[in-house]
C-alpha cells in the first residue's frame, strides 16, 4: 500500500519547538519533490515549505521563514519539518505530500502534483 505516514506534533507553548516526520510506505521517496501543508481550524490549507528531491533546495511561505526548516534523508525515505519558535498561529493540521512526478516544486500554492499525502498531524500552541 502506497502511503506517507507521518508521526510528531502535540501541544506546546509559544516560543517551543517540535518536529514532525514524514516517512513513505510502500515506495520510495528519494528524488521526489516533498511539500508540507497545514490547515488551520476554519482557514483554507495553506503550503508551507517545500524541498526538492535531493535536498538541496527548499522553499519556505513568508508565514513560517525562519522558523521552519525541512529536511530529508534519502536512504532512510523520510522528511522533517522542524518548527521552532511557535506562535498561536502556527496551530492547525499538518501534511506532508509527495509529488511523484517531479523533483522539485516551489510553487506552494499549487496542490495539483501532489498524489500522495500523508494522515496529518496535529499541532496546538497555546499558553
Known amino acids: 500500500q502506497v502511503e506517507l505516514v507521518q508521526s510528531g506534533g502535540g501541544s506546546v507553548q509559544p516560543g517551543e519547538s517540535m518536529r514532525l516526520s514524514c516517512r513513505s510506505s510502500?515506495?520510495?521517496?528519494?528524488?521526489?519533490?516533498i511539500g508540507w501543508f497545514r490547515q488551520a481550524p476554519g482557514k483554507e490549507r495553506e503550503g508551507i515549505a517545500a524541498i526538492s528531491g535531493s535536498g538541496a533546495d527548499s522553499y519556505y511561505s513568508d508565514s513560517v521563514k525562519g522558523r521552519f526548516t525541512v529536511s530529508r534523508d534519502n536512504a532512510l525515505d523520510t522528511v522533517w519539518l522542524q518548527l521552532n519558535n511557535l506562535h498561536d498561529e502556527d496551530t492547525g493540521l499538518y501534511f506532508c505530500?509527495?509529488?511523484?512526478?517531479?523533483?522539485?516544486?516551489?510553487?506552494?500554492?499549487?496542490?495539483?502534483?501532489?498524489?500522495?499525502w500523508g494522515q496529518g498531524t496535529r499541532v496546538s500552541v497555546s499558553s
Open positions: 510502500g515506495f520510495t521517496m528519494a528524488g521526489l519533490a
Open positions: 505530500a509527495c509529488a511523484p512526478r517531479i523533483d522539485w516544486f516551489p510553487r506552494l500554492t499549487d496542490l495539483q502534483p501532489y498524489d500522495y
